[in-house]
C-alpha cells in the first residue's frame, strides 16, 4: 500500500439559472468505478478556503466567480487513486453562473487522468439516478441550500464503508 495523504480541500456547488450543478465524473483512472463530484481541490498553504476555492473552479472549469456562498457544508471523504489513500476534509461553497463553457484545459495531469467527463445535473436527475454522488448527501444538500437556507451550514456525515474499503 502506498501513502495515507490528509488534506484539506474546498469545492464548489456551482448552479446555472435552473439550478441544476456542474459536476465531474471521476475516479482512480485504474479502476472502473466512477463518482460524480463538485469541482474543487486541495487548499494550499497559506491559502483561505473560499479562495482555494475559486482558484480550483477557475482552473478547473474556466469559469470566474467573484462571489461564493458558505461555506454550505463540510465533511470527509476518502478515497483510494493507485496505492495512495485520500483522506479528505471538505468544505463546500455555493456559486452562481450564468455561462454554460466549461474549460478543462487548467487540469493537472492528475486530474485529467482521474477525471473523464462532467455534466450540468438537475436535483431532480440526481434524486433518481443510479450514479454514486460525493458528497453521498448532494441531493439533501441541494435542497438546503435552495429551500432551507437558514439551516446551513450542514455537517456531512463520514462514509465509514468507503473509509473501510479504502484503507484496505
Known amino acids: 500500500m502506498g501513502h495515507v495523504r490528509r488534506r484539506r480541500a ?15 465524473k471521476g475516479g482512480d483512472p485504474a479502476a472502473t468505478a ?7 481541490g486541495e487548499v494550499e498553504p497559506r491559502e483561505d478556503d473560499a479562495d482555494a476555492a475559486r482558484r480550483e473552479l477557475r482552473e478547473e472549469t474556466g469559469i470566474d466567480v467573484e462571489k461564493l456562498v458558505g461555506p454550505v457544508c463540510s465533511g470527509r ?4 487513486i493507485a496505492d495512495d489513500v485520500y483522506d ?3 468544505v463546500f461553497f455555493l456559486a452562481r453562473t450564468g455561462s454554460h463553457k ?8 492528475g486530474e485529467a487522468r482521474s477525471i473523464a467527463d462532467f455534466r450540468w445535473w438537475s436535483r431532480d436527475e440526481i434524486a433518481h439516478s443510479a ?15 435552495l429551500k432551507q437556507p437558514d439551516c446551513l451550514p450542514l455537517a456531512l456525515q463520514d462514509d465509514t464503508r468507503q473509509i473501510q474499503e479504502a484503507t484496505r
Open 102 to 109: 466549461v474549460d478543462m484545459s487548467g487540469l493537472d495531469a
Open 77 to 80: 471523504v476518502v478515497f483510494r
Open 131 to 145: 450514479e454514486r454522488f460525493v458528497p453521498a448527501e448532494l441531493d439533501a444538500v441541494l435542497h438546503a441550500v
Open 88 to 90: 479528505v476534509d471538505q
Open 10 to 24: 474546498a469545492r464548489v456547488f456551482l448552479l446555472d439559472a435552473d439550478n441544476r450543478v456542474l459536476l465531474f
Open 34 to 40: 466512477r463518482v460524480w463530484f463538485p469541482p474543487g
